[in-house]
């Protein structure tokens, strides 16, 4: 994934996590967003991906998925789990509003 696609997700995942909705504050509507089947399907069908949590350290022992990794919205440039490839994907989730 090339870096402006990771700060556009970053960006939307962030704003999801603060209650925002991404098509009121970006101009484009061209951003990707994949549901709880066809996410789990891609896990374990797909090409290989970076499924991250980003809430704090705190709360991702709790509020988890399985096989995720840990990249806070407050750590992302430099985190040791984002991967080395460029072109990965890499979902962002979090809590959800409020």
Known sequence: MKKSN???VWVV???CCL???P???FAFEEIPTIGAEALKYELYH???MVLANALS???FKDLTIRRSVNI???RVE???FLPKNKDTLIVFFCKGPG
């Open 6 to 8: 990771l700060i556009i």
């Open 13 to 15: 995942s962030l704003l």
């Open 19 to 21: 209650g925002k909705s």
């Open 23 to 25: 098509g009121m504050v």
């Open 46 to 48: 797909g090409p290989p």
């Open 57 to 59: 350290p705190i709360e």
């Open 72 to 74: 806070p919205s407050s």
């Open 78 to 80: 430099g985190n040791p």
